[in-house]
């Protein structure tokens, strides 16, 4: 069922005109969302559409694993788990690797970078 949303998110947002964050070129559809990992405007990449989703974002010189909970969809802000990552880079690389152990491997590749 969860997948099913998914898709249908991604055909309302994604395929159609109707995202707000997408922004088109001529060559490549581009993701203006922070919290996209990759900056493209794909189904696998867009954090709107995916019900588990994760991403490392930087406020204020610290860093902050972003994860998203299918289970709090319907509560936007409960939705997003947010985890302190170490300043050490090693360690930070660790914790990524300890909250994100059964995650899809594209998440945890991108996440790294």
Do not use: H
């Not at 898709?7 to 993701?31: H, M, P, S, Y």
């Not at 995916?50 to 610290?62: C, F, L, M, Q, R």
């Not at 930070?92 to 690797?97: H, L």
Request: aromatic fraction near 16%.
């Amino acid at each position: 069922m969860k997948d099913f949303n998914d898709d249908l998110i991604w055909k309302t947002i994604g395929e159609n005109e109707f995202c707000a964050f997408k922004w088109k070129t001529l060559v490549q559809n581009f993701c203006k969302n922070e919290l996209n990992v990759t900056g493209f405007c794909s189904k696998q990449s867009c954090p709107l559409s995916n019900s588990k989703y994760a991403t490392v974002v930087e406020k204020d010189g610290i860093f902050l694993l972003y994860q998203k909970d299918s289970r709090f969809l319907n509560f936007p802000e409960m939705m997003w788990k947010k985890t302190i990552l170490s300043r050490n880079f090693i360690k930070a690389i660790q914790q990524i690797d300890l909250r994100l152990a059964f995650w899809p491997k594209f998440f945890i590749y991108r996440v790294k970078q």
